[in-house]
Structures are given as C-alpha cells and as structure tokens.
C-alpha cells in the first residue's frame, strides 16, 4: 500500500462514486481503477462492491477508509504548520459569502487581501445561509459570512455588521406615488422573495410574523438581481437590503418606500467552524475584517 493508492482510495470512499473521485483528483476514470484494484490486490481483499447503480464500500473497506481519513488529517496539519512558518507565500483561502455581503461588500475587502498577499489564491463561493454553512460544516470553507445563521452552536458566529431592509417599487408602479405603505397595502400587492433557504427571506418572515402577519410571495428567485429586475419591469413588490439598490435608486429605476410599523434591520454574521484550524490566510482575513467593521 502507498500514499497515492490510499489518496486515490479515500476520494472514492468520500464520493462513493469512481467519476467524482476522478474528478475531485483532476486524474481518468481508468486511472483511479487501476490505483484502486492495486491497492485491493496489495491488501488482499475487495475494498468496494462494484454495484450497477454505484459503488458501496465493503467491511475492509469501511475500516480503512477511518485510517485514511486520520493519515489525511494528519497530512493536513503537517502542511497547515509549515504555511504558518513560511508565513503567506502561498496557499489557498475559501470564502463562503450570502448574496448581499458576496455581492455588495466583500469585493472592495478581497481586493485589499489580494494586494496584501497576492499569492494566496482566493476562492468565493456565493449561495444562500443555507448552503454556505453548510459548506463550513463539512470543513469546505475556511470562513463564511451570511445574513442568516445557522440552527444550533456547532459554528462560531460574530456580528459582522447591519443592514437594513426596505420596500422596492417600479417607478412607474401606483405605490410609488406614496412615500410610505400600510401592511394592509402589501398584503394586496404581488410579493417577490428570494428562495427558501436565503437569509434574506428568513428575516422577511420572522419580521411579519412579529407583526402577527403572513404574505405569501407571488414569486420565489433564486437572486437578489434577479428579484431586482422582476420589480423593475412591473411584476411586484419586495423587500431588499438597501445596500442591494444604491445603484438602482440613483439611476431612478427603482423607488424605496417605507412600510409603516415594519422596521427590519439585520445583522450580518462572520461565522467559522470551531473544529477546523484556522490557516493563516483565514487568521489575516479576519485580522482585515476586524480592521474594517472593528469585530
């Protein structure tokens, strides 16, 4: 048994799959075959059941896939402390970013992260609360930021900042001649929301319902510009962050009301996996966050 044939032998009992194996590895399909059967003829037993519908691990197989997740493990650790000694001359940082933040506040801070260490490679993902911590859960982020936060304490969360979330009309809609909505208005106009699952729609629902209402949406985008556009050609109403419409405010091709007794002001949250050690790239980009929102 060697090291690549265990590497090889780990992506497939993490993927359960030969083709997402290959492609986690950047290698063919034959190529992680023919490590696998090597390394099950060098062991002497079958370390997976071929099956017409995938590919399920055997008894010997699901003891040595425990060992190899703790050898990676322990690889993991080893590269981590020695990026620590040679400081940020390399290495990779994954973001997990919400919509708004990903969108509107991060690309001004990963822009001044570049300059300061542009050899670390930076990777952002963007995707709804949901999603990302999701990500962070399984140790596939290094830090995430969101509007929404996750269910239970298994992620360390800080505020971030705020924002706040007001009511978007066409110019041209028969709203947009009022400065300010009743509840009982919105109710009779159609609402756009972002997906379930989205910060942003979370905080819409628990604001309504601490006014003892529901609206149930018209329509459910998966964006935020997405939600943008379809107020602006005329489909309905929503509630935004305002830091989403700055441009389409000026430009005039959105107007902002206020909903009266519904005031909706979030906090943006810095969240992090207390199990995963932070790198040193993640310690200076929290070290730039805490600089420009003093967390």
Known sequence: MNLNQLRVFKAVSDELSITAAARRLKISQPAVSKQLAELEQALGTPLVDRLPRGIRLTAAGDLLAIHARRIFQSEEAAERALAELLGLE??????GASTTIGSYLLPKILGEFH????RVALELMIGNTKAVTEELMDGKLDIGLTEGLPPGD???????????????TAV????????S???PQLRDVP??????????REVIEAAL???GTTIEPAMS??????VKNAVIAGVGVALVSRLTVELEVQAQRLRVLEVEGLHIRRALHVLTNPAKHPSPAAKAFRALLGKHYAI
């Open 90 to 95: 390399g290495g990779d940082l994954f973001i």
């Open 115 to 118: 300059t300061a260490h542009p």
């Open 154 to 168: 298994s992620l360390h969360q800080e505020v971030l900042a705020h924002d706040e979330m007001v009511l978007i």
């Open 172 to 179: 041209d809609h028969p709203l947009a001649r009022h400065a």
């Open 181 to 183: 909505v009743s509840l």
């Open 191 to 200: 609402l756009i929301c972002r997906e379930q699952g989205s910060g942003t």
């Open 209 to 211: 319902k601490n006014q």
């Open 221 to 226: 985008l998966g964006s935020t510009e997405a």
